[in-house]
């Protein structure tokens, strides 16, 4: 039997090469097409052009949960292969997906562990190389989550988006809000460090946006400057190419680091239902000065 099972849902943007690379196995939400009755898994079989298409017609594609029966299924079959299986899910901001791991869980609590739900795709990555660095190291899947969440606290994702309505037909934010906040064309800064969410206030600026990002990261973790900041990561789907090309050399400038340094990373498909085309956001880690010494 092996050591160590990982399964996430699609809260990852992993390839298929990766998948099998790292030996993660994949559970699937839905999309439901109210309009055209169409129900979608979220893979190939859904890109962010029909995305983009639907949302221009006025047509706000639904998603939901991985099925819980089907979730369960997927996480029995581990076990049978698995000492110990690893779930790792979308941020719990974004959907009830983690807590209805917690019902999956009680078939096999002392075999099944679960990402405590703060990190979005570039960390859900990161972490998932970790567990498998710490699994072969010999570390037990609850050490290894230990470890994990402990570090997840030092990331963060923090995104804005064109557009509000995408997040008030989601049901986040309210409709009228959403409105006079586009009519402004004032951008929200949302943090999605730990459990809850921060919102970080608004800008009437779209290409600003980042700095207030940095900025506000930078004061909420009591950082002394960007020299604090080990990594960056711009999500990047659905972006104009001269869009993407500003702000990865604003990224490059601000935080003093080499274009080659900014790593670039997609939004699950989920989270691009509601934040659609040319909604943007960064990744941030801060340096573990511990490594250091």
């Given at each position: 039997m092996k050591k160590l099972g990982i399964i996430v849902d699609g809260s990852s943007s992993l390839t298929k090469e990766e998948f099998k690379k790292y030996d993660v196995k994949r559970a699937y939400f839905r999309i439901t097409d109210l309009l055209n009755n169409k129900e979608y898994k979220d893979d190939e079989s859904i890109t962010t052009d029909i995305v983009d298409e639907q949302f221009e017609k006025g047509n706000y594609l639904k998603s939901s949960c991985v099925p819980l029966g089907e979730m369960m299924e997927a996480v029995e079959e581990m076990l049978k292969e698995y000492e110990e299986v690893i779930i790792f899910t979308i941020h719990k901001y974004i959907s009830s997906?983690?807590?209805?791991?917690?019902?999956?869980?009680?078939?096999?609590?002392?075999?099944?562990?679960?990402?405590?739900?703060?990190?979005?795709?570039?960390e859900t990555k990161k972490f998932i190389i970790m567990a498998r660095e710490l699994s072969k190291q010999g570390l037990k899947a609850n050490e290894i989550m230990e470890i994990i969440n402990k570090e997840s606290d030092n990331t963060a994702t923090i995104f804005t988006c064109e557009t509000w309505k995408?997040?008030?037909?989601?049901?986040?934010?309210?409709?009228?809000?959403?409105?006079?906040?586009?009519?402004?064309?004032?951008?929200?800064?949302?943090?999605?460090?730990?459990?809850?969410?921060?919102?970080?206030?608004?800008?009437?600026?779209?290409?600003?946006?980042?700095?207030?990002?940095?900025?506000?990261?930078?004061?909420?973790?009591?950082?002394?400057?960007?020299?604090?900041?080990?990594?960056?990561?711009?999500?990047?789907?659905?972006?104009?190419?001269?869009?993407?090309?500003?702000?990865?050399?604003?990224?490059?400038?601000?935080?003093?680091?080499?274009?080659?340094?900014?790593?670039?990373?997609?939004?699950?498909?989920?989270?691009?239902?509601?934040?659609?085309?040319?909604?943007?956001?960064?990744?941030?880690?801060?340096?573990?000065?511990?490594?250091?010494?």
């Open positions: 997906q983690w807590s209805n791991c917690q019902i999956v869980k009680e078939e096999a609590p002392d075999r099944i562990f679960i990402q405590k739900g703060n990190i979005m795709n570039w995408g997040m008030t037909q989601g049901g986040r934010f309210s409709k009228l809000a959403g409105r006079i906040l586009d009519k402004v064309s004032a951008y929200p800064i949302i943090s999605l460090q730990h459990e809850s969410p921060k919102f970080y206030g608004l800008s009437r600026d779209y290409h600003k946006v980042i700095d207030k990002m940095i900025e506000k990261f930078i004061k909420e973790n009591n950082l002394e400057s960007i020299n604090d900041i080990e990594e960056v990561s711009l999500y990047s789907t659905g972006l104009d190419k001269d869009k993407e090309d500003f702000l990865i050399n604003h990224l490059a400038k601000k935080l003093k680091k080499p274009v080659e340094q900014i790593e670039i990373s997609s939004n699950p498909i989920v989270v691009y239902l509601q934040t659609a085309k040319n909604a943007y956001g960064i990744g941030l880690k801060i340096k573990n000065k511990n490594k250091e010494k």
